[in-house]
């Protein structure tokens, strides 16, 4: 079975700084996603970017890049240029592509990110 | 466009009460599933389903029944409420190469 790890329940980052989120997976598929969701004080949950196993290149969204290793099963988020509304508990999720028709998604238990003004 | 909705936001209920959870997306997604959020542990999936009249197992499905008679509506409900239900649940839904939409979650407290 597939699982997905956070080991830090809680980070802080000075406003303007930049700041890396962990996440590590196990599984032993080779096609697969990869994602980053925000949740806010507003219990939304907002995705912020997505991996596809096969691309080799990482992806970005404006601030938020990642570090995929895919040997390494490590899926890491930067944040650069933190900002107050980058306030938020980050958790990470991993969604198999292999076998259609299951979708189920996987998350890590989140990770709390504190801006400090 | 509304995405996907859950109702209510709040709820209290007693123990041994049921009730059930809506969920409903307007977006043709064939995917939908239900989890719930506990300090900790992350989003836990209840239960989910793959298209109109199939509906799977999650990781904690014990307690909860779910139906899927049209493509828009999955509700969940509690057959018996316990203590231990007290959580978040949300409701999402998605296409097969698309990334998962969330509803804005339901608070349940169990008394």
């Known amino acids: 079975a597939q699982t997905v790890t956070q080991s830090q329940p809680e980070m802080s980052v000075q406003e303007a700084e930049t700041v890396t989120l962990s996440c590590t997976y196990d599984?032993?598929?080779?096609?697969?996603?990869l994602f980053w969701y925000k949740q806010p004080p507003s219990r939304q949950m907002i995705l912020v970017i997505r991996?596809?196993?096969?691309?080799?290149q990482n992806a970005t969204e404006n601030r938020f890049s990642v570090n995929f290793q895919k040997a390494a099963k490590s899926f890491s988020l930067k944040i650069s240029d933190s900002q107050l509304g980058d306030a938020a508990m980050y958790f990470c999720?991993?969604?198999?592509?292999?076998?259609?028709?299951?979708?189920?998604?996987?998350f890590g238990t989140g990770t709390r990110l504190k801006v400090l003004a | 466009n509304a995405g996907v909705t859950q109702t209510p936001k709040f709820q209290v209920l007693k123990t041994g009460q049921s009730m059930t959870l809506q969920c409903a997306q307007d977006?043709?997604?064939?995917?939908m599933s239900w989890y719930r959020q506990d300090p900790g542990m992350g989003l836990r999936l209840i239960h989910y389903?793959?298209?109109?009249?199939?509906?799977d197992q999650g990781e904690v499905p014990n307690g909860y029944n779910v139906s899927r008679s049209t493509t828009e509506d999955f509700p969940l409900r509690l057959l018996s409420a316990a203590p231990s239900q007290t959580s978040v649940y949300f409701c999402?839904?998605?296409?097969?190469?698309?990334?998962?939409?969330f509803g804005d979650g339901t608070r349940l407290s169990i008394l």
């Open positions: 999402a839904s998605s296409t097969r190469n698309q990334p998962q939409h």
């Open positions: 599984t032993s598929e080779s096609d697969y996603y």
């Open positions: 991996q596809e196993a096969y691309k080799q």
């Open positions: 999720a991993y969604r198999s592509a292999r076998v259609p028709g299951t979708y189920k998604y996987i």
């Open positions: 977006m043709n997604h064939e995917y």
């Open positions: 389903s793959v298209g109109a009249g199939i509906t």
